[in-house]
Structure formats: structure tokens, C-alpha cells
């Protein structure tokens, strides 16, 4: 994530921190799922870019749904639109180190 001077935007990223991944118990920002989220305050709607450690992976529809309904949960966002991106390719350098030691201390090799 980089430098966010947005506070809105600031929050979101918050917010998506409470989203785990059904699969390991890491949020999906500590994952590195989440590429970018801007706030458009015009149309109160976020547009996110979500990539995924895979292209099978089983869990992209409850993931999306889980981050949807987590953003609307926000005062003032009233839609989310979520675009799937495969470019940068997900690898585990994308991983924080919050999460990574997360998942070490649940035996996870990360």
C-alpha cells in the first residue's frame, strides 16, 4: 500500500483489514490481495483492484462479496466496484510482514 493522503481512502484500507481470507486467517490487505482502492466522493463509490494468489482460486466470489459488503458497511459509500487484476502478478513478496508473522505463528510457511 502506498502513501494514502485520502482520509476516506485511509479509512477503506482500514476497513478491508477486517476482511479475512476464508482460507488462511490474514486479512486480505495483509495478503497483498488488494492492489488499489480509490474513493470517488462524486458518486460515493470505491473502485478497488483485487488480484489473487491464483487464478483458481475457490475462494474469489466469497472474497468479493465479503469486501463489498464490508465497504458498504461505510457512511459513505453506497457502491463498490471491484475489478479483478492479474497484473503485477501475486506473489508472496506481496505478503506484510504483519501478516507474514501471522501466518508463521500458525504454522504457515509464508
Given at each position: 500500500?502506498s502513501?494514502?493522503t485520502?482520509p476516506?481512502e485511509?479509512r477503506?484500507?482500514r476497513?478491508?483489514q477486517?476482511?479475512?481470507d476464508p482460507e488462511?486467517p490474514?486479512?486480505v490487505?495483509?495478503?497483498?490481495?488488494?492492489?488499489?482502492i480509490?474513493y470517488?466522493?462524486g458518486?460515493?463509490?470505491v473502485d478497488?483492484?483485487?488480484?489473487?494468489t491464483s487464478?483458481?482460486?475457490p475462494?474469489m466470489e466469497?472474497?468479493?462479496d465479503d469486501?463489498?459488503?464490508?465497504?458498504?458497511?461505510?457512511?459513505?459509500?453506497?457502491e463498490?466496484r471491484i475489478e479483478?487484476v492479474?497484473d503485477?502478478?501475486?506473489?508472496?513478496?506481496?505478503?506484510?510482514?504483519?501478516?507474514?508473522?501471522?501466518m508463521?505463528?500458525?504454522?504457515i510457511?509464508?
Amino acid at each position: 500500500m502506498s502513501a494514502v493522503t485520502d482520509p476516506v481512502e485511509a479509512r477503506l484500507w482500514r476497513a478491508l483489514q477486517d476482511v479475512e481470507d476464508p482460507e488462511i486467517p490474514v486479512s486480505v490487505v495483509g495478503m497483498g490481495l488488494i492492489v488499489s482502492i480509490a474513493y470517488r466522493p462524486g458518486d460515493r463509490a470505491v473502485d478497488l483492484e483485487l488480484t489473487y494468489t491464483s487464478m483458481g482460486c475457490p475462494a474469489m466470489e466469497f472474497i468479493q462479496d465479503d469486501i463489498r459488503d464490508r465497504l458498504l458497511a461505510e457512511p459513505d459509500v453506497d457502491e463498490v466496484r471491484i475489478e479483478v487484476v492479474w497484473d503485477p502478478v501475486w506473489t508472496r513478496s506481496r505478503i506484510r510482514d504483519d501478516a507474514r508473522a501471522r501466518m508463521r505463528s500458525l504454522g504457515i510457511v509464508a
